[in-house]
């Protein structure tokens, strides 16, 4: 059979519309069983465990994800294999959300059974009223009656809006637990999200790596800590220990004199060096350090200097 460019066009905007028929539906049919599974939920003291078989599992393991990735403990158990052992991982503390479009999956026999031996709570998400899970869910959400977007009636609308539906919840569930961009970033170290909210200290060196002189120290000494510690600086304390000062490479070469050697860190020095609170976000610190060509920015705490951090470490951790 052929077909134009247009044609296909056309196909691909009558499924996109269907499929928003579905949500809109969803929306107008979405009442307290919706309440009541977030309420549900809410309360539990271990995860909320997602089941399903073929395509509506498919959903249910994104939304396993899109729990856990915003503060609520969530895991996929298969309902064939927990039929052969993982039925273990789902203890009396969790509750399970079970989907399925026609309500009447086989697979999900076991593990209905299962949550009412045990009084495990049972949510279910089905499209027909009357079904296996629908009547045996403690609180079932039934999806409207909406047609699905392919001819030979494979999941699509259903799907969509299902996978619509488990996003609501656990964005409802977001913010019941005052759970912010700042928790979203523990669980997501390696997301573009995550690495914008890297701070200072978790990049900074400490301790021994820290280039640190006095402000009597000799600048022959100060040679040998800059050549060992390897941050092309050294910061000058004072007497207290406060950061008073800096000594960068282009330091050397501006007081490149014969007497060099013998003066002292505090004739060499900058005074009031730039610095960044341990708290400060990485990115802060790499703007400024970018807006004044500098390469390692100390990081002080009450004027005392708790850590350096290098544009390199920056640039490592994907800031940039």
């Known amino acids: ?39 549900a939920i809410a309360n539990i003291k271990g995860r909320v465990i997602t089941t399903g078989m073929g395509k509506s599992g498919h959903i249910a393991r994104k939304i396993a ?80 009656e909406t047609p699905e977007a392919c001819i030979t009636g ?44 890297i701070r200072v200290m978790d990049l900074m060196h400490s301790g021994d790596e820290l280039p640190l002189v006095k402000e009597d120290d000799l600048m022959r000494d100060i040679l040998l800590v800059m050549t060992s510690k390897r941050f092309g600086c050294a910061g000058v304390i004072d007497k207290i220990g406060n950061l008073s000062g800096i000594i960068t490479d282009g330091d050397l070469r501006r007081n490149m004199q014969p007497d060099l050697l013998e003066k002292t860190a505090s004739q060499v020095m900058k005074n009031s060096p730039l610095t960044i609170r341990p708290q400060a976000l990485a990115a802060e610190a790499l703007a400024i350090m970018n807006q004044h060509s500098i390469t390692g920015l100390f990081v002080t705490d009450n004027g005392k200097a708790v850590g350096i951090l290098h544009i390199h470490d920056c640039l490592r951790s994907g800031i940039a």
């Open 154 to 197: 494979a999941p699509t609308t259903s799907t969509t809006m299902m996978l619509a539906l488990g996003d609501a919840i656990s964005v409802a569930l977001v913010s019941r637990r005052g759970f912010n961009k700042q928790d979203f970033s523990v669980f997501h170290p390696g997301g573009k999200l995550g690495k914008a909210f």
């Open 65 to 144: 994800a899109t729990m856990a990735s915003t503060g609520t403990p969530a895991h996929f158990v298969h309902p064939a294999e927990a039929s052969h052992g993982d039925m273990g991982m789902i203890t009396k503390d969790d509750a399970v959300l079970a989907f399925s479009n026609s309500g009447e999956t086989a697979e999900l026999a076991d593990l209905i059974a299962y949550c009412k031996r045990f009084s495990i709570p049972l949510i279910g998400v089905a499209r027909r009223k009357g079904s296996m899970l629908v009547d045996a869910a403690n609180i079932a959400m039934v999806l409207p």
């Open 1 to 39: 059979m052929m077909t134009n460019k247009n044609t296909d066009i056309e196909h691909g905007k009558a499924v996109l519309a269907q499929e928003i028929k579905g949500l809109q539906a969803l929306i107008e049919e979405l009442g307290e069983p919706f309440a009541d599974t977030v309420e």
